[in-house]
């Protein structure tokens, strides 16, 4: 893999491709407890057999019109794969991932496919930079909005978000709106999970006192980068 970099920029666009792999199965209803992040990384079969397929045809993404990066995300918790591809303002979507998974005989479903503009950010450095060796792990804080309350969930993210940035191994907090106002994305980098603990005692993320309560539906989950792809690679 290489070491390339990828800064998560505000003037452009971020189309986020989160997909499902191997036969369904139930998915968990009702609220989701508090998780933090297995501590050694696993990758599951399908994982492993997919991964080469996305990166490739993340790396074919050079070749398009507006292209700036992307970034190949391995759930430790999910059999899962993201894919974060950074294009500028206006271009055209980039085909979807799941056809080349699909392709290479994995079974494979789209949890959801959304362009989002980042629309706030806060971290101990600026701008955010993604890659393997100054952040090799990521964490997704996903909110589904209710009931159109995207301007109140962030108005509530930028008083709360901030305490966060008191956990060891947090670098920069990087929060995306979907372009229909549904869904928001906090695309997190960490240089380690040991001590996400910490997080869960800061105010507005004790399980009894979720900043979020009531103007979303929330959701973990926590990546490996597998790799990172800008115009270089083309």
Do not use: C
Not at 20 to 39: I, S
Not at 203 to 228: C, Q, S
């Amino acid at each position: 893999m290489t070491d390339n970099e990828l800064i998560l920029r505000s003037t452009t666009e971020a189309h986020v491709e989160r997909l499902k792999l191997g036969e369904p199965t139930a998915e968990h209803a009702g609220p989701v407890p508090p998780q933090l992040p297995n501590r050694v990384p696993t990758r599951t079969a399908e994982q492993t057999l997919a991964l080469p397929a996305v990166i490739d045809m993340a790396r074919r993404r050079t070749r398009t019109e507006g292209f700036r990066g992307a970034v190949v995300l391995a759930s430790r918790d999910h059999n899962r794969i993201t894919v974060y591809s950074q294009y500028d303002a206006g271009a055209r979507p980039p085909a979807p991932v799941a056809g080349a998974v699909e392709e290479a005989g994995i079974p494979v479903r789209t949890l959801d496919r959304r362009t989002y503009d980042l629309v706030w950010r806060a971290g101990h450095e600026d701008p955010t930079i993604v890659s393997l060796r100054r952040s090799p792990l990521v964490h997704f804080g996903l909110f589904t909005v209710l009931d159109n309350q995207a301007d109140a969930l962030l108005a509530k993210i930028e008083a709360s978000a901030p305490a966060s940035l008191v956990t060891p191994g947090l670098r920069t907090i990087n929060f995306h709106r979907s372009h229909d106002a549904q869904r928001m994305i906090n695309f997190g980098t960490w240089s380690t999970f040991d001590e996400m603990h910490v997080l869960l005692d800061q105010p507005g993320f004790t399980p009894g006192e979720k900043y979020h309560h009531g103007l979303a539906v929330f959701e973990n989950d926590y990546f490996d980068v597998i790799d990172v792809v800008t115009g270089s690679d083309a």
